[in-house]
């Protein structure tokens, strides 16, 4: 028997928006590794010319900051209702 939208096949399970585990710790390692080697990780980077420096900045933010949004449609009904209140809120602002 299908599943109705929604619905999960195993409703006990992680919930929405729970962290990975192993995303966690391989984010911790990461982390003490920056940390333990800053100084030679910014003398690497120094030693780099100019377009070199851009695209090691352009690989580094895609794991930073999260994915650029080109349609609303991959926004979910609670975040595109989250969205109308901030606009809504913004505008009695003016």
Request: hydrophobic share 30%; proline share 5%; aromatic share 4%.
């Amino acid at each position: 028997m299908p599943f109705k939208k929604g619905e999960s096949g195993n409703p006990k399970g992680k919930p929405k928006g729970a962290k990975n585990r192993t995303s966690e710790e391989v984010r911790t390692l990461l982390l003490e590794f920056v940390n333990t080697n800053l100084e030679t990780l910014q003398t690497e980077f120094n030693s780099l010319d100019g377009e070199k420096k851009l695209n090691f900045i352009e690989k580094l933010l895609k794991h930073v900051l999260p994915p650029q949004i080109t349609s609303l449609s991959q926004l979910s009904e609670t975040d595109l209702n989250c969205l109308i209140e901030k606009l809504k809120n913004e505008s009695k602002k003016d």
